[in-house]
């Protein structure tokens, strides 16, 4: 086994940082620019939590593998020849130089260019250029492997990675919300993931692209344009039905919502309906069926995602940085890179069920939504720039964000099953959970503290 240098990641120590208090409403401007709280962030919310990595589908076969970040440290997740998905540090063992440069491939072996250290796909070291000349055979090979991630796990072929050994296991992590986030994807029964990632970078801090995802406040104002040149319905995109659920460690969903009488007018339709529907065009079907939810395994959805889960058709954030969009068919990490400079990356997952023409549709939906020609990210992402830049500035800085709307305004139901919701109109409610959970990661310096000092699901009025 490669040697394992596993420091816990979270425990530097963090005295001098000043974790402002969120919980009025109330945002102080340096969360999104004091360099301070970002190293606290790599530390306490990346290296501690679990990241999601890929889709199953993005590496079937062995040798096939993925790069991508857990805050700043890059990965790669790669099949073994046993079959199994491991996430190794991308850095070489010898001078740190990054092993892999590609964004995806397949391969037998990762040589390092610059002195030529070969890894084998479960990260040991196989093989150093001299070991017997220049190095005398005095260096213990075994010991110098690729570094890898505490634990690697997936929900339903959805792979995540932590760098922490003390963290919970995934399936406790993700949580009731978590799970029902990437069920969410699953409304059709198995997806697979289309080839490419679309990436860009955003000037601005990667909480102002993570609160916006459930801003459904701005969708009027900012993508304007989008609805103008009708590609955006507005009033479908701004409901007064919309339903809130916070899940523990900032997890959260919000946006529009099934009420129960669409839901239950679902829940009556015959298997064959379910299947005629399923086979229509997206644009078909949103006319026939009551919301965005797609029915056809209505049954299984519904005792995956609990009876009130089912009818959370917002937007997912898995905390920290995994939006889950567009009708459950794309995911987008926000990706720090600095205080003020966010990469966004988007993956399209689809379900095997889809016709041609289905898969057609969606895709135009989707390229014409998200992503670097995305109509919508563009109107986002200047919007982001701008409230991050604002600041840098001596004055501006003082007078914090205001994230009030709704404060004290709504209930938290609890059904029969112990799901809890927030059945409300447009809200800051999820807004106001991510930042009050990011407080509490910072705060705490390691896992035990973190479980023991997290706030609880709230109940009762928010
Ligand atoms: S840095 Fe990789 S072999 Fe020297
Ligand atoms: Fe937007």
Same mark, same amino acid.
């Given at each position: ?16 940082? !000043?974790?402002?208090?969120? #919980? ?17 962030? !790599? ?13 199953? #589908? ?11 970040? &857990? ?9 073994? @020849? ?30 390092? /260019? ?24 005095? &260096?213990?090979?075994?010991? %110098? ?20 050994? @003390?963290?919970? /296991? !995934? ?55 989008? /609805? ?24 959260? &969903? ?68 995994? %939006?889950?969009? #567009? ?23 689809? =379900? ?16 014409? /939504? ?13 919007? %982001? ?14 007078? =914090? ?20 919701? &927030?059945?409300?109109?447009?809200? @800051? ?34």
């Amino acid at each position: 086994m490669p040697d394992h240098v596993q420091l816990n990641p979270a425990a530097e120590d963090a005295a001098d940082v !000043l974790i402002p208090d969120v #919980t009025g409403g109330l945002i102080d401007r340096s969360i999104y620019t004091d360099p301070n709280l970002y190293r606290l962030e !790599l530390q306490r919310i990346f290296a501690r939590a679990w990241n999601f990595m890929c889709h199953e #589908t993005q590496i079937p076969n062995a040798g096939d593998y993925f790069i991508n970040f &857990i805050g700043e440290d890059q990965v790669i997740v790669v099949r073994g @020849e046993d079959g199994r998905i491991r996430a190794l540090l991308n850095t070489c063992r010898h001078r740190g130089n990054a092993l892999c440069r590609a964004e995806l491939g397949n391969t037998r072996t990762f040589v390092c /260019s610059y002195h030529g250290w070969t890894y084998g796909l479960d990260g040991r070291l196989l093989g150093i250029p001299g070991k017997a000349d220049f190095y005398r055979n005095q &260096i213990d090979q075994e010991k %110098w492997g690729l570094a890898p991630a505490a634990k690697v796990d997936h929900y339903k072929g959805f792979y995540f990675a932590t760098l922490d050994p @003390e963290a919970p /296991s !995934l399936f406790d992590y993700l949580g009731d919300v978590g799970r029902i986030g990437i069920e969410s994807m699953l409304n059709h029964g198995e997806v697979v993931a289309l080839d490419g990632v679309q990436k860009n970078v955003i000037d601005c801090n990667w909480k102002i692209a993570v609160d916006n995802l459930f801003d459904w406040y701005h969708v009027k104002v900012s993508h304007n344009s989008a /609805s103008r040149v009708g590609f955006l319905n507005q009033a479908a995109m701004m409901p007064m039905t919309q339903m809130v659920m916070l899940g523990e460690l900032g997890h959260a &969903i919000g946006g529009p919502m099934v009420t129960r009488e669409e839901q239950a007018r679902i829940d009556a339709l015959s298997d064959d309906e379910r299947i005629a529907i399923d086979r229509l065009p997206d644009a078909e079907r949103l006319k026939v069926t009551p919301t965005l939810r797609r029915p056809l395994r209505s049954t299984d959805t519904k005792a995956a995602m609990g009876p009130v889960g089912v009818r959370a058709t917002g937007h997912p954030n898995i905390f920290p940085n995994l %939006w889950i969009s #567009t009708r459950g068919m794309q995911m987008s990490l926000r990706l720090p890179r600095g205080p003020g400079r966010t990469e966004i990356w988007w993956f399209t997952v689809m =379900p095997k069920s889809f016709t041609p023409e289905q898969r057609r549709a969606a895709k135009k939906f989707i390229t014409h /939504s998200f992503g670097p020609a995305g109509l919508l990210e563009q109107d986002d992402g200047e919007n %982001w720039s701008q409230s991050t830049m604002a600041g840098q500035g001596v004055v501006s800085r003082r007078y =914090p964000h205001n994230m009030q709307m709704a404060m004290g305004q709504d209930e938290v139901l609890v059904d029969a099953t112990g799901q809890k919701s &927030i059945e409300t109109r447009v809200n @800051e409610h999820a807004q106001r959970w991510t930042y009050r959970c990011w407080a509490e990661w910072l705060r705490a310096r390691d896992w035990p503290e973190l479980l023991a000092t997290r706030s609880p699901s709230p109940i009762g009025r928010v």
